[in-house]
């Protein structure tokens, strides 16, 4: 599967963005997807996670409360919304797909495919 991310941009604090990662191939539902995040200088974290049928969420604790992740199956695309960001959310954004049935949705070692990433800036 192929993923590309979008999005990203130049934000204020306090303000919202949508990032979208649309996915190739007829098998999207078959994958759990994820949103991880790189800032400068740092590792790259897990920001969010979703299940097969979104029926499940998971979210790191510093977005957990502003943050949302949600999928649509019949568009092949996962979005995160984001809302009263932080310029501690300032990084380069990437989604990622799991095929697998083990492993923490939390951990990025359950992913196989990664998108290119989008930047996101969030000034104070």
């Known amino acids: 599967v192929q993923l590309q991310a979008s999005g990203g941009g130049l934000v204020q604090a306090g303000d919202s963005l949508r990032l979208s990662c649309a996915a190739s191939?007829?098998?999207?539902?078959?994958?759990?997807m994820g949103w991880f995040r790189q800032a400068p200088g740092k590792e790259r974290e897990f920001v969010a996670g979703?299940?097969?049928?979104?029926?499940?969420?998971y979210y790191a604790d510093s977005v957990k409360g502003r943050f949302t992740i949600s999928r649509d199956n019949a568009k092949n695309t996962v979005y995160l919304q984001m809302n009263s960001l932080k310029p501690e959310d300032t990084a380069i954004y990437f989604c990622?797909?799991?095929?697998?049935?083990?492993?923490?949705?939390?951990?990025?070692?359950?992913?196989?495919?990664w998108g290119q990433g989008t930047q996101v800036t969030v000034s104070s």
């Open positions: 979703i299940s097969r049928s979104g029926g499940s969420t």
């Open positions: 990622a797909a799991g095929q697998g049935y083990s492993g923490s949705s939390y951990s990025a070692n359950r992913y196989d495919y």
């Open positions: 191939g007829r098998t999207f539902s078959s994958y759990v």
